[in-house]
């Protein structure tokens, strides 16, 4: 019963995290303030979907070796979820903040 309850948690909190991470990836940064506030949301949507992995797995392992590798697993994905989507909005910062390169023909 436990098993079933914990996984379908992890699947709506999963879905919740996906959607999120939908749209934060699609967010146009203006300020340093919004990068500031999208960075640390970034890292919660990791964290998301660590704790949804966790969730899921976890109640049908057994071993504690295994156990221990869905830990290790969950915190591969949270980091590299977050890591992206730092990344992502870290580029578009830089990208609109370059100066305009003329183009060859306007000269």
Do not use: N
Not at 8 to 31: K, Y
Not at 84 to 98: F, P
Request: charged share 15%; proline share 5%.
């Amino acid at each position: 019963m436990w098993k079933g309850v914990c996984r379908g948690i992890g699947l709506v909190f999963g879905s919740l995290a996906v959607v999120r991470a939908f749209f934060a990836s699609l967010a146009r940064i203006d300020s340093a303030d919004e990068l500031d506030y999208l960075v640390d949301l970034d890292v919660v949507i990791g964290g998301a979907f660590a704790v949804a992995l966790l969730l899921v797995v976890t109640p049908s392992l057994h071993r504690a070796s295994a156990k221990w590798c869905a830990v290790v697993a969950a915190l591969v994905v949270g980091v590299g979820v977050s890591g992206a989507l730092v990344w992502h909005h870290e580029e578009q910062v830089r990208i609109r903040s370059m100066p305009p390169v003329p183009h060859p023909a306007d000269e």
